[in-house]
């Protein structure tokens, strides 16, 4: 059977992440998007700092491998319309918790 490869660029960190190997791209980009869905993941904290690639093609009749990369989609483009709002109500909340802790003290 023939399998694509997987990985997760993170911005920050400037790496790939562990590859991981599905059928189809389609299931690939479900996995992601639930995660940068999920606000408690770490791709759901930041998922513009995410991008879903296939970076190749594996055979498992024949053991071969192919190198062939291509972006399929950053977090920020699957987060969905409420999770997008708890994102940002998250942000503002912290921005404003961090404004209230730099106050001097009276």
Known sequence: MKYHIFSVYDEKAKAYMTPFFLPEIGQ?????????????HQFGMHPQDYTLFKIGDYDDG???T?????????????????????????????????????????
Do not use: W
């Open 28 to 40: 690939a980009t479900r996995v992601f998007g639930d995660m940068v869905n999920d606000t408690n």
């Open 62 to 64: 024949s053991g071969k």
């Open 66 to 106: 192919e190198s062939n990369k291509e972006t399929i989609a950053n977090g920020i483009e699957l987060v969905e319309e409420q999770p997008k709002k708890l994102n940002q109500m998250v942000k503002d909340i912290y921005r404003m918790l961090k404004e209230l802790s730099n106050e001097p003290q009276t």
